[in-house]
Structures are given as structure tokens and as C-alpha cells.
């Protein structure tokens, strides 16, 4: 019988007790780390087309109203050097999916089309290319994809949806296979392929001219030819517009219309209440999907010509059109922020907003500008190697586990989402593939002092036109060539 206490209660020899004690100890470790491992938070990220850096009140706007934006910065982590891997659409986004430059997965170009033109056009991202919407999908995350999508839709049929996002993890998708242009707003001039067009208009304009001179000339006397040659110079007229103008006629039904994963709901779009239906799907899928997790990429519309702006915000700010939609787009942004707080998950909730580049400069029209500001930077939309092209808000919220307020200064990439959303959800980063993006969490969390980048590199096309510099070990500013 071993040892006893004056009350009678055995004691335990000291190294045993203390054997004991670090047992208890690594099983609570265990325990708190299982946990924290276990729970996988929800993922909004909510991208803004078009938006100029200089367009919002956080990162020096004081003429523009952004509350919501802004209110996002205050409870967040706001980064001042965040850049867009490409200055264009579909490479962008292409990077921001996939955490990888467009380059590697061929959705780069080295000509003027260097984003998607046409829903039935064969190219589109890869279906041997992961994004984060798969990863999370495998690791039990519902995901949804609301707005526009610009990868691509078909392969070799027009049902084959080879490049859909349902076919690159999301399971739910509601919005625009394409983009907004002019030619989605009827009344407005063309956009797409706009010179070919006016080249063909003109060249059967003057086909049509000839064939009328045949005919006058024929009623006159005035040509020795037959009705009938008359008639098939006429006919190859025909043909010769209904061979363009079958697709560029009807651009408007062909590229703008809305989906539901993979059934078409609208064709084509009604652009005054798509901004409407985008929302509501967005609040809807957050409350259908409220006991999480889940991943939303809420992938808006504005501000991207031709800035269909409802009456509520018409003629409100100080910026025109440009201005009106802006501050469209930050309430919009506030009632999915909204819609989050009101089902109690705010505080369970990665919230990101971001741009896909910089604002369209070139965008105006016969009365002003409608592209965005992209503050002190030069250059815009298209522009490689020019800051303001890649230049875009980077904000991070998620209440308790970023700190309030935070500014970081280091060098940021669109392509550091995908291992950062990635590494939170559970998952594993590829192994089997050059990545180019590195995880936030470690920045953002004031963990580490300087970006995991050492070099930044900037394309237009295929073509590199500029690299940054960075010294991961010292910090302080990048060195930005071109």
C-alpha cells in the first residue's frame, strides 16, 4: 500500500504526478487543435469589375460615397499594394481561380483578343485546372458562384458546357457566362468586333449600290446584261450579309444572357433588373446555406459599361454615370454584408472584396468619362506593366481572427487568394503544378512582417512587360521596372 496523506487520500510520487500532468496537457493540446482544424470558416468573396482603386472612400476617395466598403476596411485587414495578375478580364479571373498566372493555362493571348469575345466561342479555363471552388467542394463546402463568369462556356457543342463553372467545382451558379458590353443595352453603339463591323456594313453598302446601278441600268437600257445576272449579284449580296450578320446582328441574344447552373433563364437579359436578381440570389443562397460551410464568389457586374443604373442612385453623386453606379455597387455590397450579420455569421465569415484590375480609362462618352479613377496611378484597363491596370482594393474581414483596422503595405496578389481560401477550408494546394500565389493568413494576421513574394511579375498578353522586386527578408518598398 503506498503512501498516505493525513486524510488518508493516496498521493502520488512526484514524477509520477508530473508524468500525468503533461499527458492532460497534450490531450488538451490535442484536443484545441483538432477543434480549430475541424472548423471550417464561410468564404464571401465578392468581386467588383472594373473599379478603379481610387474610386472608394478607404483608399482616398473623399467625393464618392462607400460606407459599406469602407466599413469593411475599418473591421478588416485593408492591403495597399494588392495587384491584379493581369489588367484584362478573363486572365485575371483566370488567376484569381486558380492561384496561378493565365499564362500556364493558356488564358492569355498575344493578339488584341486576350479576353473572351463570344459565349460560343471553344476557348474557355481548362478542365484539367483546379480552382479553390473545387478544392473547398472536396472538402464538404457548398459552392456558388453569382454574377459573371467570363471562362468560357463550350468546347466542340453547344451543350457541352465543357468550361462552365458547375464544371470547375461550383455546384450552383446564377449569372452571366459572358460580360456586359454595350451591345448587351439596346440603343447603344456596338461594341464587339465594332471595326470588322463597320467595315462589313460599309462593304455591303457598297455591294448593295452596285447591285441597284445593275438594275437601274438594266431597266434603262443602259447594260446589255440579263435579269437573271442581275439576280444573282443580288443573291451573293444576300448571303453576304446573312453571313455576318447572323452573329454580329444578334450579338445581343448570342452574349448576353443570365444562367442558372446550366439552363438559360433570360435571353436576352433584361440589364435594368439583373443587378436586382444578382442580390437576390446572393442573399437567397447565404440563407439556404446558413449552417455553412459554404464559399460565395459573388462576382458583380458593376462597374462595367454600359452602366445600367437603377433610378434610386441615378443623378446621386457627384461622378456622372460612373459616380451613380459606383455607389450603386457599394449598397449592394452592403446588403449581402447585411445579409451575412442578420443570420449570425459574420463572426464565423472570411469576407473579401477586390476588383478584378483597374479602371476602363478609355470608357466615355460624348458627355463624359465612364471609367473608373485609378488614383495616383498610371494607365488603366488593358495597359500592361502600368500600375494602374493591376493596382486593385484588397480587404479581408473576419472578426476575431484578423485584427480591426490593419494596413499592410507589402506586396499582394490576386493569385494569393487561392492558397489562402484553400488552406482555411482544409485543402491541399497542388503538388503537381507550378503556383504562383503564396496564403495571406500569415500577413494578414500580423504573424509574419513581409510578403511571401520576392518577385511579382507583370504581363499584357503573353508577354512579360514588368517585374517588382521585393526582399521578403528586410521589406520596406518594391522596386517596379518595366
Not at 465543357?162 to 456596338?190: A, E
Amino acid at each position: 500500500m503506498g503512501p498516505t496523506s493525513q486524510s488518508g487520500r493516496a498521493k502520488l510520487p512526484a514524477r509520477e504526478f508530473l508524468a500525468v500532468l503533461v499527458t492532460v496537457s497534450c490531450l488538451l493540446r490535442t484536443c484545441e487543435l483538432k477543434a480549430a482544424n475541424e472548423f471550417k470558416p464561410n468564404i464571401l468573396l465578392i468581386m467588383a469589375d472594373d473599379l478603379g482603386i481610387g474610386d472608394l472612400g478607404c483608399y482616398g476617395n473623399d467625393t464618392l460615397r462607400t460606407p459599406n466598403v469602407d466599413r469593411l476596411a475599418q473591421e478588416g485587414v485593408r492591403l495597399t499594394q494588392h495587384l491584379a495578375a493581369a489588367p484584362l478580364c478573363t486572365p485575371s479571373r483566370a488567376s484569381f481561380l486558380t492561384g496561378r498566372h493565365a499564362l500556364r493555362s493558356g488564358m492569355e493571348a498575344s493578339n488584341g483578343y486576350r479576353a473572351l469575345q463570344w459565349n460560343a466561342g471553344s476557348g474557355g479555363l481548362p478542365e484539367n485546372e483546379t480552382t479553390f471552388a473545387r478544392v473547398l467542394q472536396q472538402q464538404g463546402y457548398a459552392t456558388g458562384l453569382i454574377g459573371k463568369w467570363h471562362q468560357g462556356v463550350n468546347c466542340e457543342s453547344r451543350t457541352d458546357h465543357c468550361h462552365h463553372p458547375l464544371n470547375h467545382g461550383f455546384d450552383y451558379f446564377f449569372g452571366m457566362p459572358f460580360t456586359l458590353v454595350n451591345d448587351c443595352l439596346p440603343g447603344r453603339s456596338p461594341e464587339l468586333d465594332a471595326a470588322t463591323r463597320a467595315r462589313l456594313r460599309h462593304y455591303t453598302q457598297m455591294m448593295a449600290l452596285g447591285v441597284l446601278t445593275l438594275a437601274a441600268g438594266k431597266a434603262c437600257g443602259l447594260f446589255f446584261i440579263s435579269w437573271k445576272a442581275v439576280l444573282g449579284a443580288a443573291s451573293l449580296l444576300f448571303l453576304f450579309f446573312v453571313s455576318w450578320y447572323a452573329s454580329f446582328g444578334f450579338a445581343r441574344r448570342w452574349n448576353c444572357i443570365l444562367m442558372r447552373n446550366h439552363e438559360v433563364t433570360e435571353q436576352p437579359m433584361v440589364l435594368e433588373r439583373a443587378a436586382s436578381l444578382l442580390l437576390n440570389e446572393a442573399v437567397s443562397y447565404i440563407e439556404r446555406n446558413k449552417h455553412g460551410p459554404f464559399l460565395l464568389v459573388v462576382s458583380l457586374l458593376h462597374v462595367h459599361v454600359p452602366l445600367v443604373t437603377t433610378k434610386e442612385f441615378l443623378g446621386k453623386s457627384q461622378h456622372g454615370l460612373y459616380g451613380d453606379n459606383v455607389e450603386e455597387m457599394d449598397w449592394l455590397v452592403g446588403e449581402i454584408l447585411n445579409a451575412v450579420e442578420e443570420h449570425g455569421l459574420k463572426n464565423k465569415t472570411l469576407t473579401y472584396f477586390t476588383s478584378d484590375h483597374g479602371g476602363h480609362l478609355e470608357a466615355r462618352d460624348e458627355h463624359s468619362q465612364l471609367g473608373g479613377w485609378n488614383g495616383i496611378y498610371r494607365g488603366g484597363k488593358g495597359m500592361g506593366g502600368w500600375e494602374g491596370g493591376i493596382r486593385v482594393p484588397g480587404i479581408f474581414r473576419w472578426p476575431g481572427v484578423l485584427p480591426a483596422g490593419r494596413v499592410v503595405h507589402e506586396p499582394t496578389s490576386l493569385m494569393d487568394v487561392f492558397p489562402t481560401v484553400v488552406q482555411l477550408g482544409g485543402g491541399q494546394v497542388p503538388q503537381d503544378r507550378v503556383m504562383d500565389g503564396h496564403s495571406l493568413m500569415p500577413l494578414l494576421q500580423g504573424d509574419v512582417e513581409h510578403s511571401a513574394h520576392e518577385f511579382l511579375f507583370h504581363y499584357c498578353g503573353k508577354y512579360l512587360h514588368a517585374a517588382r522586386w521585393h526582399e521578403k527578408e528586410i521589406g520596406g518598398p518594391s522596386l517596379h521596372t518595366s
